[in-house]
């Protein structure tokens, strides 16, 4: 489905308490933040676009949680459908960088307000609840820290959403974590529902061949395909992306660096917000990951998943329609 779409956009999932070391400090300080793959996302698409743009996860009544909402509104992210549960608070983690520049990350999300951002609702409800939206964004791990009756619910509600007479764009990024999983069955039969509904899957080879051993580049992208996804984008590292659309044309696309990358953590999930914006703008899939790649270039340039304001202020959005027309 490549085309305008016009109204709101809804991103699902996990918004987590970020601490991570303070530049240029010794001593182990740490510097808080927040971050979270679909949040991500949602902050880089009102950032890139002019459709409002909200957020759908379960959130504390404590500080904490206040001060989220507090950057949702500098961002101009929609709060109305988050959930505040008074027995639950944000997730955690924590960054630490080892001697050659690699990072590694402690979780503490076990009984995070995320987990029960469904508590509540029964099928129709739920339904009703993601009815007004025209895009829907939403990921692995999203499925992944849901109790399994809720990730039922969601894909249900999602299908019959699809099956509607408006049915909105929904858009899938598979984003693999291993450890979120209870076995290895679980996130294989989670993203055969969840493609089935999809019209867009985002993912990457590194992925989808941790849970699919052998298999080449072009069968990993059709496998989506076969399980019911429209357009499939399967990024390839440094080298750009595979997009195989509506039509199975298979096109390559290269990556684009704006300078030395010096952290990827929020690459993909800017990647994402980048096609999206460009998507919902009558580019082609194609189109829509160049502008992607361009998008993520600039971001892995700056530390942390979400680059300062002022930053992205002098960067977008003055390449934004020159790289969408290309």
């Not at 996130?187 to 999809?198: D, E, G, H, M, T």
Request: glycine content about 10%.
């Amino acid at each position: 489905m490549a085309g305008a779409v016009s109204g709101d956009i809804l991103s699902i999932g996990e918004c987590m308490v970020e601490l991570a070391p303070a530049p240029g400090v010794a001593g182990g300080l740490f510097r808080q933040g927040f971050a979270g793959d679909t949040f991500n996302t949602a902050v880089y698409l009102a950032r890139l676009q002019d459709r409002p743009v909200h957020y759908l996860t379960g959130i504390g009544e404590d500080a904490l949680s206040d001060r989220l909402l507090d950057l949702c509104h500098d961002e101009s992210i929609g709060t109305g459908p988050m959930r505040r549960l008074a027995d639950r608070t944000l997730g955690l983690y924590l960054i630490e960088t080892d001697a050659d520049g690699e990072r590694h990350f402690q979780y503490w999300r076990s009984h995070s307000a995320a987990r029960a951002m469904f508590d509540g609702y029964d099928a129709r409800a739920f339904t009703d609840a993601l009815a007004p939206y025209s895009t829907l964004y939403l990921s692995g791990i999203t499925l992944a820290i849901l109790p399994p009756e809720h990730r039922r619910m969601l894909i249900g509600a999602l299908a019959a959403l699809k099956a509607g007479e408006k049915s909105p764009l929904i858009v899938f990024d598979p984003n693999f974590r291993p450890r979120l999983w209870q076995s290895p069955e679980d996130p294989v039969a989670c993203y055969r529902a969840a493609a089935a509904v999809s019209d867009v899957v985002l993912c990457t080879e590194e992925d989808v061949g941790a849970l699919f051993d052998g298999t080449g580049t072009r069968d990993l992208a059709m496998l989506w395909r076969t399980w019911g996804a429209d357009t499939i984008v399967l990024r390839t590292g440094r080298t750009g992306s595979l997009v195989v659309d509506s039509d199975n044309v298979a096109t390559p696309v290269e990556a684009r660096f704006a300078g030395t990358p010096v952290d990827t953590t929020g690459g993909g999930d800017s990647f994402n917000a980048g096609f999206i914006a460009a998507y919902l703008d009558h580019a082609s899939a194609a189109a829509a990951a160049a502008y992607g790649h361009l998008v993520a270039g600039h971001v892995v340039t700056c530390p942390g998943a979400i680059v300062p304001r002022a930053r992205w202020d002098a960067v977008f959005p003055a390449t934004r329609d020159e790289a969408i027309t290309r």
